[in-house]
């Protein structure tokens, strides 16, 4: 374990060992290291030991439950049996976690399933939630509707989520310039397989793998219960030399305008297609401010907007100084956030900052504490 993790888990074990974790069941402790209330997806293991009575319980089905004992949608994403006992890794949607504070919830055996209202559907290529509707191709897997039920409107003005490979042959062939010229061709244009991998009351995941020559794609879109984004886990193995990857995105918007963040806030520029850097997120919305969409990112900073068309870039196969770069096996996060109103009405700035600082969950012991369940250690505003 990398001693960043080390330190975490430290940190964070020694905020627990002094929390009331007593209760039915077994304690899980949320934590928000960003400086506002947050209501996001939590991923947390929790070890069952080998006991003849519980194991028996706990072959049934489980639910979840926060502090004041309310029910919370919960889904068992894996199961597996080691030495110490049995292993549930879950997700469940953590609501209203403090400011730099934490949050107790509980997980219980139960013979139920949840039984609140269903809102995370799915058919073979469809996905929806209280918020999103998402339809693919049945050929190329592209998104070909994202449809926005808060503002009843379609997002997207053509394929979305496109991989598109475009010749990249800057004159000194230097990683450190581009030479963007043709499309030469988009990922699952000749055919993707895609399947429904997961579905529960918390999260959808339909998977979509693709090519593009000898590279591969593999990409979840996924969408959860009461967060209104489409994410999309992108894994791919690239093979290719001085061809760039970049997933378009074209939206139904008027008079489209740009913005990009920066180091300390966030620049407006044209949407001439000029490729430009950009830190977690780009937005592009009406200038008339009625409604914009947000791409959202984990680690990719090259950007480009051309009339209402958003592109990420999402790899480089550049020769120089280093034949072999970027060959081999990435993994990236793109989130899509349509909204009413502009960026700042959306909270576009916090809505990056917290796909790159997730909430942290842990399984902590069961024993008395003088904190309370729910609790913030500091507030900040502006």
């Given at each position: 374990?990398?001693?960043?993790?080390?330190?975490?888990?430290f940190s964070l074990e020694t905020i627990s060992n002094t929390i009331d974790t007593r209760g039915e069941g077994f304690p899980v402790v949320v934590y928000n290291p960003l400086f506002w209330a947050r209501t996001e997806p939590a991923f947390v293991e929790v070890?069952?030991?080998?006991?003849?009575?519980?194991?028996?319980?706990?072959?049934?089905?489980?639910?979840?439950?926060?502090?004041?004992?309310?029910?919370?949608?919960?889904?068992?994403?894996?199961?597996?049996?080691?030495?110490?006992?049995?292993?549930?890794?879950?997700?469940?949607?953590?609501?209203?976690?403090?400011?730099?504070?934490?949050?107790?919830?509980?997980?219980?055996?139960?013979?139920?399933?949840?039984?609140?209202?269903?809102?995370?559907?799915?058919?073979?290529?469809?996905?929806?939630?209280?918020?999103?509707?998402?339809?693919?191709?049945?050929?190329?897997?592209?998104?070909?509707?994202?449809?926005?039920?808060?503002?009843?409107?379609?997002?997207?003005?053509?394929?979305?989520?496109?991989?598109?490979?475009?010749?990249?042959?800057?004159?000194?062939?230097?990683?450190?310039?581009?030479?963007?010229?043709?499309?030469?061709?988009?990922?699952?244009?000749?055919?993707?397989?895609?399947?429904?991998?997961?579905?529960?009351?918390?999260?959808?995941?339909?998977?979509?793998?693709?090519?593009?020559?000898?590279?591969?794609?593999?990409?979840?879109?996924?969408?959860?219960?009461?967060?209104?984004?489409?994410?999309?886990?992108?894994?791919?193995?690239?093979?290719?030399?001085?061809?760039?990857?970049?997933?378009?995105?074209?939206?139904?918007?008027?008079?489209?305008?740009?913005?990009?963040?920066?180091?300390?806030?966030?620049?407006?520029?044209?949407?001439?297609?000029?490729?430009?850097?950009?830190?977690?997120?780009?937005?592009?919305?009406?200038?008339?401010?009625?409604?914009?969409?947000?791409?959202?990112?984990?680690?990719?900073?090259?950007?480009?907007?051309?009339?209402?068309?958003?592109?990420?870039?999402?790899?480089?196969?550049?020769?120089?100084?280093?034949?072999?770069?970027?060959?081999?096996?990435?993994?990236?996060?793109?989130?899509?956030?349509?909204?009413?109103?502009?960026?700042?009405?959306?909270?576009?700035?916090?809505?990056?900052?917290?796909?790159?600082?997730?909430?942290?969950?842990?399984?902590?012991?069961?024993?008395?504490?003088?904190?309370?369940?729910?609790?913030?250690?500091?507030?900040?505003?502006?």
């Amino acid at each position: 374990m990398p001693r960043g993790e080390r330190a975490l888990d430290f940190s964070l074990e020694t905020i627990s060992n002094t929390i009331d974790t007593r209760g039915e069941g077994f304690p899980v402790v949320v934590y928000n290291p960003l400086f506002w209330a947050r209501t996001e997806p939590a991923f947390v293991e929790v070890v069952v030991p080998p006991d003849a009575k519980t194991a028996r319980v706990w072959a049934g089905a489980v639910r979840m439950t926060d502090g004041e004992g309310k029910d919370v949608a919960v889904q068992v994403l894996e199961k597996r049996v080691e030495d110490g006992g049995t292993v549930f890794r879950i997700v469940f949607i953590a609501e209203n976690v403090p400011s730099l504070g934490y949050k107790l919830y509980r997980i219980i055996p139960s013979e139920k399933v949840w039984a609140g209202p269903e809102v995370v559907r799915a058919r073979a290529r469809e996905i929806e939630t209280e918020f999103l509707r998402v339809r693919l191709d049945p050929k190329t897997g592209w998104v070909e509707s994202l449809y926005d039920k808060t503002a009843q409107r379609e997002v997207l003005a053509g394929a979305g989520n496109v991989l598109e490979a475009i010749t990249d042959e800057p004159e000194s062939m230097s990683a450190w310039e581009l030479g963007l010229k043709d499309t030469v061709g988009r990922a699952g244009e000749n055919g993707a397989v895609f399947e429904l991998v997961e579905r529960g009351p918390v999260r959808v995941v339909l998977r979509v793998k693709s090519r593009f020559r000898d590279s591969t794609f593999e990409q979840d879109l996924t969408l959860y219960r009461g967060v209104p984004r489409l994410d999309c886990r992108m894994r791919l193995d690239w093979r290719e030399r001085n061809i760039m990857i970049k997933a378009a995105f074209p939206l139904d918007l008027k008079a489209p305008a740009a913005r990009f963040e920066i180091p300390y806030g966030s620049i407006a520029r044209p949407t001439d297609g000029t490729e430009v850097p950009a830190l977690r997120w780009v937005d592009v919305s009406e200038e008339s401010g009625e409604y914009g969409v947000s791409l959202l990112n984990d680690s990719k900073y090259g950007f480009d907007v051309k009339g209402n068309v958003m592109r990420l870039s999402v790899i480089h196969g550049a020769t120089a100084p280093d034949p072999e770069a970027d060959r081999g096996k990435h993994e990236l996060l793109c989130s899509l956030l349509p909204h009413r109103g502009d960026w700042k009405a959306a909270e576009t700035t916090r809505r990056g900052m917290e796909i790159n600082s997730p909430l942290v969950a842990r399984a902590p012991l069961v024993h008395s504490g003088a904190l309370p369940k729910v609790h913030s250690f500091v507030r900040v505003g502006p």
